[in-house]
């Protein structure tokens, strides 16, 4: 049973920064990548920033030069630091696992419930 935890999220004013963190647990095989997707109120869930067991990152262009993604594979965490917030920011942020649970299954999805990010002066 795999369970991602999120945690982090607030009320913060435009220009201010916020630090989400996500820890999973249980049984994956082998992870594919962890990341953080966000959708607004009436918006499609959209990838914002992903890193890959290769160590490589994919940012949103929304957000590409201001968050920052990073994984602790001790602590089988990934974090993503949002610098320089703005109103359209906001949203609820979904940490994301997609790994093999395993050696021969397909790959899947992993979800946290979800944390709300609110940026307002």
């Known amino acids: 049973q795999v369970q991602l935890v999120e945690s982090g999220g607030g009320l913060v004013q435009p220009g201010g920064s916020l630090s989400l963190s996500c820890a999973a647990s249980g049984s994956i095989f082998r992870i594919v990548a962890m990341g953080w997707y966000r959708q607004a109120p009436g918006n499609e869930r959209e990838l914002v920033a992903q890193?890959?067991?290769?160590?490589?990152?994919n940012y949103a262009d929304s957000v590409q030069g201001r968050f920052t993604i990073s994984r602790d594979n001790a602590k089988n965490t990934v974090s993503l630091q949002m610098n320089n917030l703005q109103p359209e920011d906001t949203a609820v942020y979904y940490c994301?696992?997609?790994?093999?649970?395993?050696?021969?299954?397909?790959?899947?999805?992993?979800w946290g419930q979800g944390t709300q990010v609110t940026v307002s002066s």
């Open positions: 890193v890959t067991a290769g160590h490589s990152t």
């Open positions: 994301n696992v997609r790994g093999y649970p395993t050696l021969t299954g397909t790959f899947a999805d992993y």
